[in-house]
């Protein structure tokens, strides 16, 4: 079974330019999160679905960053205008249903030039 | 708001010595507790979930025990090997409003031959 797939792994992008994520989360997982982590430091949530609903996005800041889930499988998490601070990974998770085994992506690094 | 403190925060270990993990919360409020582990440059790798109503979880050289009363977990590694370097990350999956993995900084662990 394949696991959670992300992509791209790595992206270098000048400051002010926009950026995506793609995350493909585990076949039946319901529920799929966005953390961003930094170095040295742990993820931290920026939005969880449950299916195609955002259910908490209250540490996503919406003024750059946008998320969607289209039919309730892929994701992609934007970034527009990107800014040096945002440099970090992206990591995408997948859950059968809220509070069970979480999954996680390998992944995508972001530099910001 | 949940808190998640990993002690310590780096570990250097001869080969084949037991060691032990730790990690703390602050709100025994949890749907379960998850480990992790992160080689460098890669997504993070599910090793243990123990559900809150559990005592431990043990997978091969792997033992996690769970004492929600006292906000604490331990991640017990026998006979360390050199492949098992690497940054563990505990998690706490919060409940209330914003269901979700809380982590701490992790612990990197490097077994020497």
């Known amino acids: 079974e394949a696991g959670v797939v992300q992509s791209p792994r790595y992206k270098i992008i000048e400051k002010k330019q926009p950026v995506a994520f793609w995350c493909n989360p585990i076949?039946?997982?319901?529920?799929l999160y966005w953390y961003l982590q930094n170095l040295g430091q742990g993820p931290e949530l920026l939005i969880r679905?449950?299916?195609?609903?955002?259910?908490?996005d209250s540490q996503l800041p919406k003024d750059r960053f946008s998320a969607e889930r289209l039919k309730g499988v892929d994701s992609t998490l934007k970034i527009q205008p990107a800014e040096l601070g945002d440099s970090a990974v992206y990591l995408c998770?997948?859950?059968?249903?809220?509070?069970?085994?979480?999954?996680f992506g390998q992944g995508t690094r972001l530099t910001v030039v | 708001k949940q808190e998640v403190t990993q002690i310590p925060a780096a570990l250097s270990v001869p080969e084949g010595e037991n060691l032990v993990l730790n990690c703390s919360f602050t709100?025994?409020?949890?749907?379960?507790l998850q480990w992790f582990r992160q080689d460098p440059g890669k997504g993070l790798t599910s090793l243990l979930l123990?559900?809150?109503?559990?005592r431990e979880q043990t997978s091969g050289r792997l033992n996690a025990s769970l004492d929600k009363s006292s906000g604490r977990s331990t991640l017990y590694i026998a006979a360390s090997q050199p492949g098992d370097s690497a940054t563990y990350l505990c998690?706490?999956?919060?409940?209330?409003?914003?269901?979700?993995?809380?982590f701490g900084k992790g612990t990197k662990l490097t077994v020497n031959p």
């Open positions: 709100d025994s409020a949890i749907y379960n």
């Open positions: 076949s039946g997982h319901n529920t």
């Open positions: 998690a706490a999956h919060t409940q209330g409003g914003s269901e979700k993995l809380v």
């Open positions: 998770a997948s859950s059968f249903a809220g509070a069970t085994e979480a999954f």
């Open positions: 679905y449950e299916n195609e609903e955002a259910v908490d």
């Open positions: 123990i559900q809150s109503s559990q």
